[in-house]
C-alpha cells in the first residue's frame, strides 16, 4: 500500500501588528523537510537516518510524493510527538492525516484508447 501526499504550498490569513489581515503562503513542503528531522524530536542516529531518507523523498518530490507506509508512518509518528504546532499548522495536519492511500501499489494503468473498446 502507497500514500500521495499533495505537497504544494497554501495560503492563509495572519493579522499584523495592526489587526489587518495579511496573506501568507504555508511552504508545505518545507516544513515536512524540516520537521521530520528537527531537533527538540530528540531523535537517535537511526531514527535520523530514516527520517533523512523521507526527506530526500520528499526533496526531490514535485507537488505530490509517493509514501511507502512505514514512510507515511513515520511522518504520522513526527506529528504526534513534535510540540509547538499552532493554528496556523491545521491544514498541514489536516492534509497528513487525511493522505490517500493509492490502490494497487501506486501503479498507473495507461489506455492507449482512453479506455474506449474499439469497434
Do not use: W
Not at 2 to 11: F, G, H, S
Not at 21 to 39: A, G
Not at 89 to 113: A, H, M, T, W
Amino acid at each position: 500500500m502507497a500514500r500521495r501526499l499533495d505537497l504544494k504550498n497554501y495560503t492563509f490569513g495572519l493579522p499584523d501588528q495592526k489587526g489587518v489581515i495579511q496573506f501568507t503562503t504555508y511552504q508545505f513542503q518545507k516544513t515536512i523537510e524540516d520537521l521530520l528531522p528537527h531537533h527538540n524530536l530528540g531523535l537517535n542516529g537511526p531514527e535520523l537516518l530514516m527520517a533523512m531518507d523521507v526527506v530526500k523523498k520528499v526533496e526531490v518530490a514535485k507537488g505530490e510524493v509517493i509514501l511507502t507506509e512505514d514512510d507515511y508512518q513515520l511522518i504520522l509518528d513526527t506529528c504526534k510527538k513534535f510540540r509547538g504546532f499552532t493554528k496556523y499548522d491545521e491544514q498541514f495536519l489536516r492534509r497528513v492525516y487525511n493522505c490517500p492511500v493509492i490502490p494497487d501499489e501506486g501503479k498507473i494503468i495507461k489506455f492507449s484508447d482512453n479506455g474506449k473498446k474499439s469497434k
